[in-house]
C-alpha cells in the first residue's frame, strides 16, 4: 500500500481513508455491543465512538499499510458487568469482525448495483481492507477476537484449558504467526485462501488493482 504514496497519491488516500473506516467501525462495534450487553466500561474509556483517533493501534495499523491486514486497538471490558461473561464476551467478539463484512457487502452492492464503473474501482480498497481485517481477527489466537469466540463456542471444560493457554503464550503465537517464515508468514498462507474467496466473491473479476 505505502508504494501507491508516490506512484498513485488518489489510490493512496482512498486506501487511508478505507483503513480508518474499517478499524473505526470495527472497534466501535465491539464498544457497542458491550454497551448493549450491560458493560459501560467501553464507553467510559471514550471507546463508543467512530473517531478513528480513538482506535489505532500503531502496530495493527502499521501491519495494514504494508500487509492489508491488522487490527485495532483492543476494547476493553468488565466480564462481570455481563449476564453471561463466556458468552457474552464471544458475541462482542464478534461484533467486530461481522461489522467489516457487513462494511464490504454493502460496498461490494454498490460497486454492482450503483456506482458508474469508472467509479467503482475506489470502492475495492475498502473491500480488501474490511476483509482482511475480518479474517485475521477471526484467527482464534489472543489477542484477536477469534480467541475470545473460540472460547465462546467450545465446551467449558475446553474453554477454560484454552483461556489458559491464550492468557500465557497468546501474544507469543500470534507473533510466531506473523513472522515470516521462509519469507512467508504462516499467518498470510492461513488466511488468503478465504481472503482471496471472499473477494472474488464479492468484486468483479477479483477486484485486482
Known sequence: MLETLFTNPLLFFVWILSLLIAISVHEAAHAYSAEYLGDPTP?????TTLNPLAHLDPLGTLML?????????????????????????ALISLAGPVSNLVLTTIASLLIHFILPSYYAPLLY????????????NLIPVHPLDG???????????LAYEWQSIMNRYGTI???????????????????TPVIDFLINLLLPTGGLI
Do not use: H, T
Request: hydrophobic letters at 55%.
Open 43 to 47: 464507553r467510559l474509556q471514550g471507546r
Open 65 to 89: 499499510l504494508l500487509f492489508r491486514f491488522g487490527w485495532g486497538r483492543p476494547v476493553q471490558f468488565d466480564p462481570y458487568n455481563l449476564a453471561n461473561p463466556r458468552r457474552d464476551a
Open 125 to 136: 480498497p475498502f473491500v480488501f481492507l474490511n476483509v482482511g481485517l475480518a479474517i485475521f
Open 147 to 157: 480467541g475470545k469466540i473460540l472460547i465462546g463456542i467450545l465446551p467449558q471444560d
Open 173 to 191: 503465537i500470534l507473533i510466531l504467526l506473523i513472522f515470516p517464515i521462509n519469507g512467508v508468514s504462516p499467518a498470510i498462507s492461513l488466511i
